[in-house]
């Protein structure tokens, strides 16, 4: 609890605080994913490995994997090493845990933590965090490991970066819902005129929408403002703002803004 208390002294508000609480909670888990393994079957994948590799300025509540090598892993053992692990720590928690066709999900409140540290007046407040798993990722990937150094030093394996944006670009477009954190990752893959893996983005939505496309250099840009057209901005800003270190980046949010980053960036 100690080191908790003294990751949230340079907090200010109760919000910041919070996100600041779970991230340690998140690498937390990583670690003992790390520790356990179970990095040879997993790869770490979505925008909190953006934040944890690349120093993305936003928070999130989920931690993303691709199951990467079935040989040796089962949902039921790693579940319950994760819990043990927690509870080594410990931690206080509820758990949930979802084997579907295609997507394993644990869902993980911690219970007690936040009233512990006065962030909460109420007792029985949880702060949740959920893991998916995807198992059945689209081909085409390329993983690497990266050193982590955040309160514990530990390696992740992960998608690459632009296999990572291409999983990104699937989230943003082919998504069922409007998730605001997808586009400010966006965002900040456009600030740095990034290339997908366009092997994996067209197999991924040949997946996933059951149609061949043939995304390529060539025709990216027309692709993404085609996209990008279709976008209500005022959802997205609703979604992300509690997630954003600097509240002045919803200003980014702005559709000819974004247009106009496309079009300069990808020629």
């Known amino acids: ?28 888990i990583l670690k003992i994913i790390y520790n356990k393994g179970y990095f040879k079957n997993l790869s770490f994948v979505g925008g909190t490995a953006l934040r944890f590799l690349y120093e993305l300025k936003r928070f999130s509540e989920d931690l993303d994997f691709s199951l990467i090598e079935k040989k040796n892993y089962t949902f039921d053992k790693f579940s319950v090493d994760l819990y043990r692990e927690l509870e080594n720590y410990g931690f206080k928690l ?18 007690t933590i936040l009233h512990e540290l006065n962030l909460s007046p109420i007792k029985s407040q949880k702060i949740f965090i959920r893991l998916e798993i995807d198992t059945n990722p689209p081909k085409g990937w390329t993983t690497q490991v990266s050193l982590i150094n955040k309160t514990y030093i530990f390696t992740i394996t992960h998608f690459d970066l632009p296999s990572l944006y291409a999983l990104k670009l699937h989230a943003c477009f082919y998504r069922k819902y409007t ?89």
Not at 96 to 102: A, W
């Open 1 to 28: 609890m100690d080191i908790i208390e003294k990751l949230l002294q340079s907090r200010k508000s109760n919000e910041e605080k919070i996100n600041c609480l779970r991230e340690f909670l998140q690498v937390l």
């Open 94 to 111: 509820d758990t949930k845990k979802k084997d579907s066709k295609t997507v394993q999900t644990i869902d993980l409140k911690f219970k």
């Open 179 to 267: 998730k605001g954190r997808d586009f400010y990752d966006l965002i900040w893959y456009l600030s740095k005129k990034s290339e997908p893996n366009y092997l994996l983005l067209n197999n991924a939505i040949k997946q996933i929408e059951k149609s061949i496309v043939k995304i390529n250099k060539n025709n990216f840009k027309d692709f993404l403002c085609t996209k990008i057209e279709k976008i209500d901005f005022k959802k997205v800003k609703r979604d992300v703002e509690r997630f954003l270190e600097d509240k002045n980046e919803l200003r980014l949010f702005d559709k000819n803004l974004i247009l106009n980053t496309i079009k300069s960036s990808y020629l």
